[in-house]
């Protein structure tokens, strides 16, 4: 994490998608950025126009609220979690079903993919955390060690190592290289509460957000916290690293959003979203493009114009997620 210049994040115009039939869970943008998933409490994952707010595709199919969603990195398949206990693989092209992953006992919580989008990883109430294949939708591996829910995962970018969160309050570390047992080889602890988010920076540092309103960044290879991000008065939600790593949003369950200097661990600027909101009423843009404002079931957009940093925020139980496109 070396220094650099860094700019400030713009906020060009917040946008609102309220066709949301229940809460929004989890959201996630396509590698291009052009499209928003997101899943709703209702059942369903909404496919979304990023730049007009398009609702593209209302997608049933799940038989419980659906609880994540993502895109795999080379966006040509989309991940869908319920707590039906199954995983639901999508064709990003025509947003139809390929594929139904069952093996879960229980709610799965999250679902992540390899950087070659070949495997997938999901985890959930069942403690348990699933390795899949897939093209075939096979299971791969199982991998058990965590005390409590799973709720949180993501591939190192070397894809050799998998990081899952838990509420058991420990981040564990599963080895995926060929031959290797199904233990976990390392388990990092310091963070008080539940494990509520994960993320990899592109050198392979691991970010992860807490109900004890803290950020550790860790060195994983060390097992050592680098540094320790404190400032959230509310459960930490969700968390993205800057493409060159210097930087960190996060946002919890409030009305802030928070950018890091991930080498000073200083807080460099607060969004609030409900000025934001305030500000930009006037040329908020609500479903088909008509005059919006926020309501229970409604998720905004919040982002420039041109190129650079979205962020995802939920209205309902006060919960934001931050991504990066």
């Given at each position: 994490m070396n220094s650099g210049t860094r700019g400030k994040l713009a906020v060009?115009?917040?946008k609102f998608f309220g066709r949301h039939r229940g809460e929004v869970n989890s959201s996630a943008f396509s590698p291009d950025g052009q499209r928003l998933l997101t899943a709703s409490e209702d059942g369903c994952v909404y496919g979304w126009e990023?730049?007009?707010g398009r609702l593209?595709?209302?997608l049933g199919g799940h038989k419980g609220p659906v609880r994540f969603c993502r895109f795999s990195p080379d966006g040509r398949l989309f991940a869908s979690t319920s707590c039906d206990r199954t995983i639901r693989l999508w064709d990003a092209a025509d947003a139809k079903c390929l594929q139904v992953l069952k093996g879960?006992?229980?709610?799965?919580?999250?679902?992540?993919?390899?950087?070659?989008?070949?495997?997938?990883?999901?985890?959930?109430?069942?403690?348990?955390?699933?390795?899949?294949?897939v093209q075939s939708g096979q299971v791969l591996r199982h991998f058990v060690g965590h005390r409590d829910s799973v709720q949180s995962s993501d591939f190192a970018p070397s894809s050799d190592c998998l990081a899952t969160g838990s509420w058991d309050s420990t981040i564990r570390m599963w080895d995926l290289r060929a031959g290797t047992p199904g233990i976990f080889h390392q388990k990092l602890e310091g963070q008080r509460g539940n494990i509520s988010c994960l993320c990899y920076s592109p050198s392979g540092l691991l970010a992860s957000g807490s109900w004890d309103k803290t950020i550790h960044i860790w060195k994983p290879s060390m097992r050592s916290v680098l540094?320790?991000?404190?400032?959230?008065?509310?459960w930490v939600k969700s968390i993205a690293f800057s493409p060159d790593e210097q930087q960190l949003a996060s946002a919890g369950y409030s009305h802030m959003v928070k950018v890091w200097d991930c080498n000073t661990g200083k807080c460099t600027e607060t969004?609030?979203?409900r000025s934001m909101a305030k500000a930009n009423k006037g040329a908020v843009e609500g479903p088909l493009g008509s005059p919006a404002t926020p309501g229970p079931n409604t998720m905004l957009l919040a982002g420039s114009s041109e190129r650079g940093p979205c962020l995802c925020l939920y209205a309902r139980r006060e919960t934001l997620s931050v991504w990066s496109c």
């Open positions: 060009g115009r917040v990023t730049q007009s593209l595709w209302r879960h006992q229980r709610s799965v919580e999250t679902v992540s993919f390899s950087h070659d989008s070949k495997q997938l990883a999901s985890g959930g109430w069942d403690k348990r955390v699933m390795l899949w294949e540094i320790q991000l404190k400032g959230h008065i509310t969004l609030k979203v």
